[in-house]
T-cell receptor, first 114, second 111 residues
Framework: DVKVTQSSRYLVKRTGEKVFLECVQD?????MFWYRQDPGLGLRLIYF???????EKGDIPEGYSVSREKKERFSLILESASTNQTSMYLC?????????????FGSGTRLTVV | GENVEQHPSTLSVQEGDSAVIKCTYS??????FPWYKQELGKGPQLIID?????GEKKDQRIAVTLNKTAKHFSLHITETQPEDSAVYFC??????????FGKGTRLHILP
């Protein structure tokens, strides 16, 4: 069964910490995405990547960065965590930019910054 | 760019009744329309999708309809059951571009 795996389901971090959220997919997908989900705001795109070592800003990239050193792994980095980054973070992947299919999502990481 | 509007934001239906969630999109070049279901504590899962060359698609109790002229598409769930309680997202995509999601509908199935 194809999978997108996020390393942590729940995470509690302190303000100012550097936080790494990891995502791994086993489907040989080219595209990977990071979203945050907040009540009433839906899914907001933070960053995405169409290929290894490539990254593109989404709608709300401020305060975040990403790393994609290998095709299967896409990491989201909170450089200095703040309380307003408390949220559910969802990773997703898709086959390619030209293949018109849906995304496969991970189960999410609920991050609390205190 | 594409904009997807979804209504209602919350929907409560009696178990056994039908539920309908409606979406509109702005980009006439969008040609792929997936629907996702997100259960509590889980990531969204694709439940059904439709492409622009088709007007309707059905899978057991769920169906999607697409009106390209009006840029409307809808999700229909018949004979609702408790396990249908979830948040549902509609989305639209044009080839070569990202998926754009609606803001979601929280569906409550009342006993």
């Amino acid at each position: 069964d194809v999978k997108v795996t996020q390393s942590s389901r729940y995470l509690v971090k302190r303000t100012g910490e550097k936080v790494f959220l990891e995502c791994v997919q086993d489907m040989d997908h080219e595209n990977m995405f990071w979203y945050r989900q907040d009540p009433g705001l839906g899914l907001r795109l933070i960053y995405f990547s169409y290929d290894v070592k490539m990254k593109e800003k989404g709608d709300i990239p401020e305060g975040y960065s990403v790393s994609r050193e290998k095709k299967e792994r896409f990491s989201l980095i909170l450089e200095s965590a703040s309380t307003n980054q408390t949220s559910m973070y969802l990773c997703a992947s898709s086959l390619s930019a030209t293949a018109n299919y849906g995304y496969t999502f991970g189960s999410g990481t609920r991050l609390t910054v205190v | 760019g594409e904009n997807v509007e979804q209504h209602p934001s919350t929907l409560s239906v009696q178990e056994g009744d039908s539920a309908v969630i409606k979406c509109t999109y702005s980009d006439s070049a969008s040609n792929y329309f997936p629907w996702y279901k997100q259960e509590l504590g889980k990531g969204p899962q694709l439940i059904i999708d439709i492409r622009s060359n088709v007007g309707e698609k059905k899978d057991q109790r769920i169906a999607v309809t697409l009106n390209k002229t009006a840029k409307h598409f809808s999700l229909h769930i018949t004979e609702t059951q408790p396990e249908d309680s979830a948040v549902y997202f509609c989305a639209a995509r044009r080839s070569g571009d990202k998926i754009i999601f609606g803001k979601g509908t929280r569906l409550h199935i009342l006993p």
